[in-house]
């Protein structure tokens, strides 16, 4: 299907993105950005996966935006950093976290700047032992981006999130599991074995309830008590209205496992 920047396929209600440029550690171009929009297109469509794994191939997830893109080198004056952001990374975090499934970042080696974001705005985030986390920006003179500056204090405090992105040293995974910046680190040989068996469980699991969780969650970071209280109700109501709540009831009560349809 798409075969060239980055992998991707749909199995049994599973799609999975494979970031690949491995020569180049699946840093980041403006057709990698393209072909993850075509394949986000692709998942989007109603009935088309239940869950998406993002992954890399080779040894790191990735390292960022490609800094040897021609659009970065000459005068600054030639380029603004701000527009890949603007056109790329933030219409596809957007779309991640608006996507109606789970969303899981099996990162298999070293994100680093843009990247690492992009696998902290995925919904659950596996990560082998050997893989890091590194908020490489400051290196080059530029500020967390990619929704970092939100994410981190968000999930480990701002001493922590001062930290990482001042003095941009790589975060083990085990660490981040840790500090709780991640979901789960796992053996390397584990991960793809774990996030697929993650992936398929959820994929046959209550995939509207999921949706209505994430918009929940996510919407509690900017939400005083009561109005999370009032996003309960409404998101509640949706939940209650699904086929897979009838199910999950009659289930429960008749001592079976739930058969989940994702209606
Ligand atoms: C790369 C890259 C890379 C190109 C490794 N680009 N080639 C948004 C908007 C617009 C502008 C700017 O930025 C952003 C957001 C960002 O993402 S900014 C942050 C960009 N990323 C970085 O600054 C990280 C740069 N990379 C590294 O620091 C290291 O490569 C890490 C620590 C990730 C991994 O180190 P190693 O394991 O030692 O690998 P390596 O450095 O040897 O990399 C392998 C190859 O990949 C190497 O090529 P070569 O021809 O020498 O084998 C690197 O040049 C290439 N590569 N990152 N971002």
Redesign the pocket.
């Known amino acids: 299907m798409i075969n060239t920047t980055i992998l991707f396929e749909i199995a049994d209600d599973v799609a999975t993105i494979t970031l690949n440029r491995p020569?180049?550690?699946n840093?980041?171009t403006e057709q990698m950005h393209q072909e993850l929009r075509t394949a986000l297109d692709a998942v989007e469509k109603p009935g088309a996966a239940r869950a998406l794994i993002i992954t890399g191939a080779g040894?790191?997830f990735s390292?960022?935006?490609?800094?040897?893109?021609a659009a970065?080198t000459g005068e600054p004056k030639d380029f603004d950093?701000?527009?890949?952001?603007e056109r790329n990374?933030n219409v596809m975090l957007g779309r991640l976290r608006a996507l109606p499934m789970p969303v899981i970042a099996a990162v298999n080696?070293?994100a680093?700047?843009?990247?690492a974001n992009v696998a902290l705005a995925c919904d659950i985030v596996i990560a082998a032992r050997s893989a890091s986390f590194?908020q490489?920006?400051a290196?080059?003179a530029?500020i967390p981006?990619?929704g970092g500056t939100y994410s981190l204090p968000h999930r480990v405090g701002m001493a922590r999130a001062m930290g990482l992105a001042m003095l941009a040293e790589?975060l083990p995974a085990e660490k981040a599991e840790q500090w709780g910046l991640i979901w789960k680190c796992v053996d390397d040989d584990k991960l793809m074995d774990e996030a697929r068996g993650l992936a398929r469980r959820m994929a046959a699991g209550p995939t509207q309830a999921y949706a209505l969780i994430k918009r929940a969650l996510y919407a509690a970071a900017d939400n005083d008590f009561e109005t999370q209280l009032a996003v309960e109700v409404d998101l509640q109501r949706e939940a209650g209205k699904t086929e897979d709540f009838r199910e999950g009831v009659k289930a429960f009560l008749e001592k079976r496992p739930a058969r989940f349809t994702g209606r």
Do not use: M, N
Request: hydrophobic share 50%; no cysteine.
């Open positions: 020569e180049r550690l840093s980041f040894r790191g390292a960022g935006q490609d800094l040897a893109e970065l950093v701000s527009s890949t952001l990374y080696g070293v680093a700047g843009a990247a590194l490489a920006f290196k080059i530029l981006d990619a790589p």
